[in-house]
T-cell receptor, first 111, second 112 residues
Framework: SQTIHQWPATLVQPVGSPLSLECTVEGTSNPNLYWYRQAAGRGLQLLFYSVGIGQISSEVPQNLSASRPQDRQFILSSKKLLLSDSGFYLC??????????FGPGTRLTVT | LAKTTQPISMDSYEGQEVNITCSHNNIATNDYITWYQQFPSQGPRFIIQGYKTKVTNEVASLFIPADRKSSTLSLPRVSLSDTAVYYCLVGDAGTGGFKTIFGAGTRLFVKA
């Protein structure tokens, strides 16, 4: 069966520090991969999606970037965090169906 | 992508049937309608998906009228554990990948 992992589960970082969040998927190949962010009490904001290795589509211009170095690995990065980057970050994958499967999420607090 | 509009919140009592309606006036021919459920501090979970008419699974039913400009998620006999946010999505899983836009969702509160 397919499994999606995200780490870390929680993270507290000072403003201006770098960020690296990792997402890996097991049990499937060539998935579509997604990064979302959810502010407290709000809906999900699509940040990036990828249909293959090295193929990244950015939805929101900001200080975040994403990379897909391997088929089942998706990384979200930032060189300098802003206070507004705080939120709940979710990685998701989609196979051949329309259904998306979400990871457990990373709670990021920028102080 | 078609924009969706849902009520911000709804209240219900245990044992009642809950119907949440989503408007998507600009739905395209290739678009499917998908509903997700999200509990606090968790990622959304797929509930049901449909294209037209009625779809039913062990969790919910989805009603889609002929013009497909709206859809209704029906939850039979809700319990306290159904308290969550419910999202309606409209999108096309084309060759360019499935770009998804989640709206604000509907916060359902189930009371004892």
């Amino acid at each position: 069966s397919q499994t999606i992992h995200q780490w870390p589960a929680t993270l507290v970082q000072p403003v201006g520090s770098p960020l690296s969040l990792e997402c890996t998927v097991e049990g499937t190949s060539n998935p579509n991969l997604y990064w979302y962010r959810q502010a407290a009490g709000r809906g999900l904001q699509l940040l990036f999606y990828s249909v293959g290795i090295g193929q990244i589509s950015s939805e929101v211009p900001q200080n975040l970037s994403a990379s897909r170095p391997q088929d089942r690995q998706f990384i979200l990065s930032s060189k300098k965090l802003l206070l507004s980057d705080s939120g709940f970050y979710l990685c998701a994958w989609k196979g051949n169906s329309y259904e998306q499967y979400f990871g457990p999420g990373t709670r990021l607090t920028v102080t | 992508l078609a924009k969706t509009t849902q009520p911000i919140s709804m209240d219900s009592y245990e044992g009642q049937e809950v119907n949440i309606t989503c408007s998507h006036n600009n739905i395209a021919t290739n678009d499917y309608i998908t509903w997700y459920q999200q509990f606090p501090s968790q990622g959304p979970r797929f509930i049901i998906q449909g294209y037209k008419t009625k779809v039913t699974n062990e969790v919910a039913s989805l009603f889609i009228p002929a013009d497909r400009k709206s859809s209704t998620l029906s939850l039979p006999r809700v319990s306290l554990s159904d308290t969550a946010v419910y999202y309606c999505l409209v999108g096309d899983a084309g060759t360019g990948g499935f770009k998804t836009i989640f709206g604000a969702g509907t916060r359902l509160f189930v009371k004892a």
